[in-house]
């Protein structure tokens, strides 16, 4: 079934993220994690479906959304970048692989930290945080989405990793990449849920790594 639902709010997270809320239709639940298909209800954009994930949770009286624009590609992002209040978007049922299965690690690259948000946000809400970890992967640091709100729900069990900048002088940044070296000296429990979500190379380099370290191949959670 498919929601033609009204902006009601549009707003930058960071240089490139904006920060999507729209009204929640009537009974409309999804799984902390899960995706739908989205697409603008504009002439010759309305068939040009993406998927993007919930930020909200079932609990809030709004759908979210936080999306990365790329104003150079020419396509459904660079037109979401220019969107407005009172602009709709159509939006699809929920689907998604990616939902919580205990605690354990979440590693995620860029926007790929997204389907985490909703997860991390019910949790923290449910005051169910645990020994959860975020790992987050970007550029720089201006590029790490809802960093304050991160550093509230999670602590010391927030670390940002940034890989094309020299990070401040702050314990919870560490420079470099995440790689088969690096989850040997940071993760010291492979027995444990592992949460993936980035871009591909991303995935596929992180899930290689955490198996050759002997993690379960059935802990790893990420979108098939």
């Known amino acids: ?14 240089h490139d993220v904006k920060r999507i809320r729209l009204p929640k239709p009537d009974g409309y639940q999804f799984t902390p994690g899960q995706a739908t298909e989205v697409a603008i209800d504009r002439d010759g954009w309305r068939e040009e479906k993406r998927p993007f994930t919930f930020t909200s949770i079932n609990s809030d009286p709004w759908l979210e959304f936080i999306i990365k624009v790329y104003p150079d590609h020419d396509g459904v992002t660079e037109q979401i970048g220019a969107l407005g209040k009172g602009d709709a978007l159509i939006i699809d049922d929920p689907w998604g692989a990616i939902n919580y299965k205990g605690e354990g690690t979440f ?25 959860n970890r975020l790992v987050f992967s970007n550029k720089t640091e201006q590029d790490i989405i809802l960093r304050e709100e991160f550093e509230r729900m999670l602590g ?12 401040s002088d702050d314990l919870m940044f560490l420079n470099g990449h995440i790689d088969k070296d690096f989850l040997a000296t940071h993760i010291k429990d492979v027995n444990q849920a592992f949460y993936v979500c980035g871009p591909e190379p991303f995935n596929n380099s992180i899930m290689d790594a955490l198996k050759q370290l002997g993690a379960d191949p059935d802990s790893l959670v990420f979108e098939k």
């Open 1 to 14: 079934m498919s929601y033609t639902l009204e902006i009601q709010d549009i707003s930058d997270v960071t």
């Open 107 to 131: 590693l995620a690259g860029g926007a790929g930290v997204t389907p985490f948000i909703s997860i991390l946000r019910d949790l923290h809400n449910k005051g169910e945080i645990g020994n």
């Open 156 to 167: 010391d069990q927030f670390v940002n990793v940034i890989t094309e900048q020299q990070p």
